[in-house]
């Protein structure tokens, strides 16, 4: 348990999901616009409690193969604005995957880019990852955008490669090597 967890990056701050964030969670998590391209459908109220219960205090990062969620807060008044995820592989923990979202009336603000960046720098410099990759779908224009706006390289196109709400849907891979991070400074 790491109740302490904190990263500040630019104006937000990346901590553990609260219950005083029960309000805005759920409300964003029950959107549909906010899961078309991700891997959970929208949340019911009594989802989003038991989803914040187990994540107040969770270790960050999870044991290799779980995944954790973390909170994005605006940094001036701990309003929060999303979060982002994480998870160690379970077949070589050196390697993480990542995701993030954003309350809908939160994007388009830079807010993901610069919790984008704590969270790569938690894993590089923090935690001493060797790779960093996230799975988009190529319709996801915003997040394909938020990829490449952190740096993050494109590697691959896999067709059709997860069935998500009822079809096949392809996925780019975008990923970050620790010596990308050091070189980009
Ligand atoms: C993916 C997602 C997190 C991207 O969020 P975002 O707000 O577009 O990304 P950023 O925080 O980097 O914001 C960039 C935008 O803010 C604008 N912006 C405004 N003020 C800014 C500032 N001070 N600094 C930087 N950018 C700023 C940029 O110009 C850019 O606008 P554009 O999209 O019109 O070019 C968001 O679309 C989302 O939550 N989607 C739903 C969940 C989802 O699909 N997640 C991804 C699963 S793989």
Redesign the pocket.
């Known amino acids: 348990m790491n109740t302490g967890f904190s990263i500040l990056a630019g104006r937000v701050r990346l901590r553990h999901l609260r219950p005083a964030d029960l309000p805005v969670f759920a409300a964003y998590r029950a959107d549909p616009?906010?899961c078309?391209?991700?891997g959970f459908d929208p949340f019911s109220e009594a989802q989003a409690i038991g989803f914040i219960a187990r994540h107040t205090a969770a270790d960050i990062p999870a044991a290799p193969g779980e995944w954790v969620q973390i909170a994005i807060a605006r940094s001036a008044n701990d309003e929060l604005l999303?979060d982002c995820a994480l998870h160690l592989l379970a077949h070589e923990p050196r390697i993480a995957e990542i995701?993030?979202?954003?309350a809908p009336q939160?994007?388009?603000?830079?807010?993901?880019?610069?919790a984008l960046r704590g969270l790569l720098r938690f894993c590089f410099e923090e935690l001493g990852l060797h790779r960093v990759v996230?799975?988009?779908?190529p319709r996801?224009a915003?997040?394909v955008?938020?990829m490449e706006?952190v740096g993050m390289r494109r590697e691959g196109h896999f067709r059709q490669n997860g069935w998500y709400k009822g079809e096949w849907c392809d996925e780019y891979q975008y990923a970050l090597l620790a010596a990308d991070w050091a070189a980009a400074g």
């Open positions: 616009s906010v078309r391209f991700q999303g995701g993030i979202t954003l939160q994007q388009g603000r830079g807010y993901a880019s610069e996230a799975l988009v779908d996801n915003p997040s955008a938020l706006r």
